[in-house]
């Protein structure tokens, strides 16, 4: 029996989120305009500001020092 969870892309968390932080709308008003829970976004938007990935639990890599010994 399927869970009726539902698979949101890349694409669409950033978009989400997107429209959350520059639309300066309410959280229930954006997440009724996409039909999405409101934890969903919260969770995107929480991981968004701590600069990880929506997509994605892990860290976005930064890039590291390249060392000058041989």
Do not use: C
Not at 24 to 38: N, Y
Not at 43 to 62: F, G, M
């Amino acid at each position: 029996m399927a869970s009726g969870r539902r698979i949101y892309d890349a694409e669409f968390h950033d978009w989400a989120v997107r429209i959350m932080t520059e639309s300066g709308k309410p959280i229930p008003e954006v997440v009724e305009d996409l039909g999405i829970h409101p934890g969903t976004l919260r969770s995107w938007v929480s991981r968004a500001r701590r600069n990880v990935s929506p997509s994605s639990d892990r860290p976005v890599a930064e890039p590291s020092p390249r060392s000058n010994a041989l």
